[in-house]
Each structure stands twice: as C-alpha cells, then as structure tokens.
C-alpha cells in the first residue's frame, strides 16, 4: 500500500511539468488611505496628533521622545535605558506599584523604552479609560520620582541584561558591526563597558532627565477608539509643563571602509555573519524608496535571491535576512545570517555573488514586479493597527519627511524602474567597501574566510 | 518551530491589529465574533469571520496533527513535514507558492505546535481566491523529493542550531519544561527533535504522514478579513471539495498521571552567563470552570507589572528584571487540546540562590492558596485579559481570531465556542479561583528547573581583524 501511494505521488510530480494549472486570475486590488488623524500644537510646544482607528475599544497612548542613546556621550552609554527604567519607579504623588496597579485597571501596562533617536513612554488600555490614561502619560513624563532607593536594584538589572545579551552571538556580531560603521558617535555604541555602568549616580540621572525631557521633545498619539472629548484632559494634563530642551541631534559622518572582524566563539555550531555598508541616502532622497526595493530583491523578502540561494538552494541558514536600518541621517544596508560553522566561507561567497549579478544586470521586470506588490502589501498590513499607525507617523516625523510621504509611499515603490535597481546596486552596494563581522569558532573556519578579509 | 523566523521577524513589527466588525454593546458585556461555521462533504471544517476595517483577508489551514504525536523514533518530524509544505505541490513547483504570496502583497508562514500546524497567509483582499486554490494545491497535491527533503533537513538543523544549540538559555524554559514535569512520551518528548531523529528521516515517511494527517477530515480552514461570503463559500467549495478524506488513525492515550510529590531538575548551560530558575504547575483540563479560574490566576500571579510575583520577585527582593512565562508557552491559554502545563521563569546573579527566590515565590503563590484574592485583583485580573484578548483577535489582520476559530474547529467542533470566553471568564469568582489555587498550586503538583550558568560570567568578546 504505501509503494502504491509513493509511485503515485512521484508519478505526479512527474506529470505536473505539462499540466500544471495556472493559478486563479487575481482580483483588482480595494483603496486603502493611512489614516492621517489631527495634529495640533500646546504652547509650551509639546505635539499632539489624534486618529480614530480600528472598532474594538482599544486605544493606543504613546507619548515619543525627541531623545535616546544618540544622547549620551562617550561615557553615559545606556544612561538613557537606566532614565527609562527610573522613571517607571513612580512619580511624586504615586508609588511604583500604584503606577503599576493603575496601568493593569485599565487594562494596559506602562512601557518606557529608550531607542536610539527617540524614546517612549506608552500604554495601551480600553477605549472608557482614554482620560485616565493620558492623565498617567503625563504625571510619569512630568513628575518622575527618579529614586535613589531603586538605583542599585536597577542597575543590577541592567549589569546582568548586559551579560546575558552579550552571550549571544548576534549581540557580538551587532556590536562589532555597529562599532566598525559609526566610530566615535553613539550609534557605534550599542553596549556599555560594566565598570560604565556601576559609576552612574542618581545624578547623572537626574541631569540627563533635565537635559532631554520635556515639551518640546514631545510629540503624544493617540490612536484607536477613544472619545474625542479627551483633547481638553491632555490640555490640562501637559498644558503647564515646562517648554524644556529644543531637540538636538548630532549624525554620524557616513563613511564606507572595509573592514573585517572574527569574533572567536570556540566550539560554535554556526557563524553569525553581518556584512554590509552605511549608505549616503536618508528618507526624504529621491533614491531612498529604490534602495527599499532594492534590498526587498536581495534579501529583505523571504523570496528574495539571497535567501533563495543559501537556505532554499543550499540549506546553509535558517534565517537570512537583508535590511535597510535606518536612523537619523545614517542609512546602513546589511545582511545577517546564522549559518552552519562549515559553510561560514560558502555562505559569504554567495551573498557577494547575488550583490555582484544584481550590480551587473537589472532584475526582469515578473522579479521586480513581485516585490513592488510585495512593499505594496505590507505597506497596507504595517499601517492597519494602532501602533503601527504610530510608528509610521512617528518616522515621517523623525526624518523631517513631507505630510504625503505616507500618501505617495505605494506610487513611490511602483515607479521604480530596473536600471533604478541595477543602478542602486551599483553605486550604493560596493562589496570592496563592505564590512564583514563573523562571529564563530575561529579554528573551525580555519584559512577558509581569507579571500573575503579586509 | 516556525517555518521562518524571518516571517515571523516582519510580522512582529508590523503589530497589526485590525478593527473588528465585532458587535460592542454598550452595557460592557462580552464582544460578540460573528462566525458562519459548517462542513465539507470531506469533512473540512470552515469558518467564516467578515472584518472590513482593512482589505485584507487572513486565510489559515490548520491540521489535526501536532508534535505531541508524532512518530516515536522520529523526534522533530511534524515539524519537519511542516516544511516540506513549502517544498512545492503540482501546480506550484518549489518557491512558486511563496512567490505567488510575496509578489501579490503578502505574507504566510507555519508553525507547529502540541496539538495542530499551522499555515497561513495575511494577503490584501483581491488575493483571497489565489490563496485559496494554492492552499488546496498544496492539500491535495504536495510534491515530496528527496532533493527537497535533504535541503529543508539541513534548514531545520540550523533552525535547531539558531534557536537552541548555539543560543545562550536555547530551549529554556518552552522545550525543556515539558520534557522534565511530563511523565507520557507524547507531552514529554523532544518536539524540536533530536539533530541525529532529523537527519534519519526518509521520504518514505513523508509519505506516509503526508497520506495520514494531511487530509481535509483532519483540517480546519479559517478566513478573517474583507470577502463576501458567498463568494467564499463558492472559491472554498470549488478548490477543497474534490481532494479525498483519509483513514485517521485512533488518538493515542496522551493523559498525564496525577503529580502527588515536587520534582526538581538541575541542567548545566554551557553558554548562560547567569543562573536561571523555572517552575510550572500542570494545569486543569482546558475549556472546565478550573481553567478559567487558571487563566485570571495567571494574571494575578504572573502578567504584568502588578502581578504578585513581579511585585515580590522584581520589585521587592530585585532577584531579577522580569518574572515571564504564562499558560501554554507554544501558544495562548486556548489554543492546545491535551495536558498543559503553567510555567514561571526568570534568570538570576549567582548570588542569589534558588532556594530563596522559591521561598520568596513561594510566599505570594501561598497567599492565594491561603485565602481569596480580593474582588478588586479579580476584577483587575479581567480588564487585563480582555485588552490582550480584544487586541489578540485583531492583530495582523485577524490572525488571532482565526487561530482561535480554527482550533476550536478541529478540537471542539465549534468554532462559535470564541463568544464563550468572555462569559466563562466573567463567571468566576474570588471562591472558585481559591478553589482552584488550591488543587493546581499545590507543592506536590510542581516541577522546578534550576538551571546553571556553564559560561564565564563576563563576556568580553576579543576581536581580532582591522581596517585595510
């Protein structure tokens, strides 16, 4: 019985060549328009925009900060993350726990994240609790208590988040890679040193809280099912905050060098690989979307060449993936793998080939196509939630793009042509200024990685 | 145990979540989901959910076959199988499928789990139709080679690698809990799979689970999202009412023995830089008044920032950062059909012993089991659950509400059964919780995980290398 059915499958497979059915004509793709809400200003100059979304009765709160590790100078790494974990420690009329019991009435939790460029305080409740929850927003942001009492306790915790993350590889490999493209700037610097860590004083906190706090560097959102009536609870919530801090950012010189560094990890199974370049193109240039597309065909699509090539094709890795991380005014494009130790040199040799065939030949244009509804779709899926609504507004915000930026997006991602793709290839991805991270065990690699070192 | 963490990579920050044509009475009582429900002559179980807020539409097919059950001498083989799924069927040759997905606005992805896996896709509207005939395709026609075979064994090998060989905690506490407080081979096995079990696999196999499980009388399909019904109904019947139904073996006994005394584990991690500790508790039967009370007590001990082990063990005696973990750590409280277990966990300094941080667990799970929790902590319990739930049901494009229609489909048959979740929450009391933290918190029903950091204690990585 089962030969049968095993002579009967691969007899199939063997038919399909001449009468496989072409798949169902598609329909014609329904108008989808991003909310775009009401945004005013208070007159302390703190930002508000407010944007009906969704019917569950949800809404999301989230008040982001013109400030981050991009902040800190060469000697307060992560004194940002050591602010945000401070200021959940309550404010001057609230205990920690009754700030924590208050989030969980509504239903939400109280989360206060430092990133890079900017940071966030955000909760996210039912709809009836909207008043109450801008209302703890704006206590924490205002009135943290910043506690000396809590200092060691969350300090320890950031020591040992620092140690666990940085027995994974790929916090090696991020931090060596991160190190190499943007020395001597922040976004270089992705971990403290412990001893950094065990000198900061509840001053230093308090000083960075003064010196990057405030109304001016802050844009709140609400977006979701809420009564509109709440615009008078946030006039009132923040209407006397202090106009604090102007925002200040400082970029990184974009420059591309090759590099290559080996992180010794004895006895590692697989190699972490990071390889990649900055790339001068910010959002609001004209050949920022291409690069977009671009990437999507490399390896940012889960059908795109490079991962086609080492794990559909060679089943080297799990989980390739290309990326355009973007922060402000510093562009990187890179691709990360976790790929089995023997392979470590096969697998770098193929992502440089798909990176060289796409700097010689435009993609046809079924390929190009595919990746354009691709960007397209996704575009409708990342701006249909609350917080997706959110994080998008919050980077057109951010990167200083234009109000149809988000309006324009699908159209943008449309009208790349294929030399745009060849082109950008070309120019922006130059293997010879790559860097190369590979994170593994060294004496397994062995000789084999030395055609690709810097 | 996903098909790709890359997937699962976009979805994760693309946190979608999608209004509902969920009635809203005004008086706070339970949502209601509208769901049309019925069966194939094959015995396909369809479920219908319309949600217009975005065109899209969430098509999801899941199987009756999890790992729990798959074969004993092959450890890791529904997950396996689950990627051959993507290897090409007859009228989609390999990567054709993904490519139809990505080249008309979409993602999908797989995974599988104890009781079910999963397939699928989150694609604008208009593609609802294409979706649905590749879906069948992939039902009725797969291709299995031994070329595809051997690609996607060594693809799962790096999975295995990524997520738990070469990762610092890999397998803690979700793989390994299991495997130490289970007793029955099926809910206390290796269900990623031994590298030697995954390598060992043949064709032969395939074949045969394919033949077995694969069928739609072992199949739930679920649709969410911006289609007219009968239109579905129409695609639904045309692609999936031709493709024969199949033998389904007899279920195996999966049901664990009473746990009368503690048992306590000890594991050494090579890579963990510090200490960590788990513990889990076997839970009541899914879907009786005890699991309810389970799912607030979760709530009240362990989610959020007010729970009473954040409070003790972060806030009060700063033993950790974060106390995670929750009911069904491959899932939600709902989505598993066969013994489960509640787990806790948290990584610790070295300074801090195991014994203490169960003592001082021990002294907020003791308080519930003494005497009730308040009215207010119960009431605070069921805000906290309904806006995770509201938000479960709509995120990436209704995912969530599928996932739940789909498997209480195949479990239940009855899908509607999603209505009844809020009521049955909203139906315990401050008394049935006590009740229900006495039998299941007891000591004797616990297993505790201590696991040792095999790591020096400071990573400093020497890099080697310069500028040209």
Request: neutral net charge; charged residues 20%.
């Amino acid at each position: 019985m089962k030969f049968w059915i095993h002579g009967l499958l691969i007899a199939g497979a063997l038919i399909a060549q001449d009468s496989r059915e072409t798949p169902p004509q598609i329909g014609t793709p329904k108008p989808f328009n991003v909310p775009s809400g009401e945004t005013y200003q208070l007159k302390n100059g703190m930002r508000v925009t407010l944007a009906q979304y969704g019917s569950v009765p949800i809404v999301s709160v989230r008040a982001v900060l013109d400030f981050g590790n991009a902040n800190e100078s060469a000697d307060q790494v992560w004194l940002a993350d050591l602010l945000a974990e401070m200021m959940k420690e309550g404010t001057s009329t609230m205990s920690a726990q009754q700030v924590a019991n208050e989030a969980a009435r509504m239903g939400g939790q109280l989360s206060i994240n430092a990133r890079s460029d900017t940071s966030s305080a955000s909760i996210d409740v039912l709809s009836e609790f909207t008043p109450d929850a801008v209302k703890l927003i704006a206590d924490v942001l205002q009135h943290p208590k910043l506690p000396q009492s809590e200092l060691e306790r969350l300090r320890g915790n950031l020591l040992r988040q620092l140690s666990v993350q940085l027995a994974t590889p790929q916090a090696q490999a991020n931090q060596a890679f991160a190190a190499a493209l943007y020395p001597d700037h922040p976004y270089g610097r992705l971990y403290p040193t412990e001893e950094q860590l065990k000198k900061y004083r509840i001053d230093d906190v308090q000083k960075f809280y003064g010196a990057n706090v405030g109304a001016q560097r802050t844009h709140l959102y609400l977006v979701g099912r809420f009564d509109p009536a709440v615009k008078s609870t946030i006039a009132s919530a923040f209407e006397s905050w202090v106009a604090g801090p102007s925002v200040r950012r400082s970029p990184p010189q974009n420059i591309a060098k090759a590099r290559s560094i080996i992180v010794d990890r004895p006895g590692a199974v697989q190699s972490t690989l990071r390889l990649g370049l900055p790339i001068p193109l910010n959002p609001p240039d004209a050949d920022y979307i291409p690069l977009a597309v671009t990437d999507a065909i490399l390896g940012g699509a889960f059908t795109s060449r490079i991962t086609n090539n080492i794990r559909e094709d060679k089943g080297y890795t799990y989980s390739p993936f290309s990326q355009v991380a973007t922060r402000y005014r510093a562009t990187n494009w890179q691709e990360a793998a976790d790929v089995t130790t023997k392979y470590t040199a096969d697998s770098v040799r193929e992502i440089l080939f798909e990176v060289n065939r796409l700097r010689k030949d435009p993609p046809d244009t079924k390929e190009l196509k595919g990746v354009q509804n691709y960007l397209s779709g996704i575009f409708v899926l990342r701006n249909s939630s609350n917080q997706g609504i959110i994080q998008q507004m919050a980077f057109v915000d951010l990167q200083g793009l234009s109000k149809d930026y988000l309006k324009t997006y699908v159209q943008k991602v449309n009208a790349v042509s294929r030399s745009d793709v060849q082109r950008i290839t070309e120019t922006y991805l130059d293997p010879a200024k790559m860097t190369l991270v590979v994170v593994g065990d060294k004496s397994a690699i062995g000789d084999s990685l030395k055609p690709y070192l810097k | 145990m996903t098909h790709t963490a890359r997937r699962l990579a976009i979805l994760a920050a693309l946190t979608s979540s999608l209004g509902a044509l969920i009635a809203a009475p005004a008086d706070g009582n339970a949502f209601t989901v509208p769901i049309t429900y019925y069966k194939l002559p094959n015995g396909l179980k369809v479920s219908l959910s319309r949600d217009t807020t975005a065109p899209l539409v969430v098509i999801a097919v899941y199987y009756g076959i999890g790992f729990r059950i798959e074969p004993k001498d092959r450890t890791g083989f529904a997950h396996l199988f689950e990627h051959l799924m993507f290897e090409g069927s007859k009228n989609l040759p390999k990567g054709e499928f993904d490519k139809l997905i990505e080249g008309n606005g979409g993602v999908s992805n797989g995974s599988t789990r104890f009781d079910f896996t999963n397939y699928y896709e989150v694609v604008p509207s208009h593609v609802l139709e294409t979706m649905l005939w590749g879906e069948a395709d992939r039902m009725k026609n797969l291709t299995l080679t031994e070329e595809n075979l051997k690609n996607q064994q060594g693809v799962v090998g790096n999975e295995v690698k990524v997520n738990v060989i070469n990762r610092p905690y890999g397998g803690f506490p979700w793989l390994d809990m299991p495997q130490y407080a289970n007793k029955n081979w099926f809910n206390a096995h290796n269900f990623y799979g031994e590298l030697a079990d995954i390598e060992a696999a043949t064709l032969k196999d395939a074949l045969d689970f394919s033949h077995t499980y694969y069928a739609p009388n072992n199949a739930a399909l679920a649709l969410v999202g911006d289609f007219d019904e009968a239109q579905a109904k129409k695609w639904i019947e045309k692609y999936f009412s031709a493709i024969p139904s199949s033998k389904l073996p007899a279920r195996p006994d999966l049901a664990e023995p009473r746990q009368q005394s503690e048992q306590r584990f000890t594991k050494t991690d090579k890579l963990a830089s510090k200490p960590a500790l788990a513990f889990a508790y076997h839970m009541p039967e899914r879907n009786t008044p005890d699991h309810y009370a389970m799912i607030l007590l979760d709530q009240i001990l362990l989610q959020g920032d007010d729970s009473l082990l954040h409070q003790e063990l972060v806030k009060k005696r700063g033993y950790t950062d974060s106390v995670d973990g929750g009911i069904n750590l491959l899932g939600n409280q709902f989505d598993y059909n066969g013994p489960m277990l509640w787990i806790a966990n948290l990584i610790h300094d070295a300074s801090v012993k195991p014994d203490q941080i169960l003592a001082a667990a021990d002294s907020v799970i003791d308080s519930v089991r003494d005497k009730p929790v308040t009215q207010e902590q119960l009431n605070r319990a069921l805000v906290k659950f309904r806006a995770n739930y509201y938000q479960d049901l709509t995120q990436f494009g209704g995912l969530g509400r599928a996932n739940l229609m789909a498997c209480f489909s195949l479990f239940d048959d009855n899908p509607s059964s999603i209505n009844n979740i809020e009521k049955n929450l909203r139906s315990v009391t401050v008394d049935s919780i006590h009740k229900a933290a006495q039998e299941y918190l007891r000591r004797g029903n616990r297993t505790i995980l201590v696991v040792e950091a095999g790591a020096p204690a400071k990573a400093t990585p020497a890099a080697t290398g310069g500028a040209r």
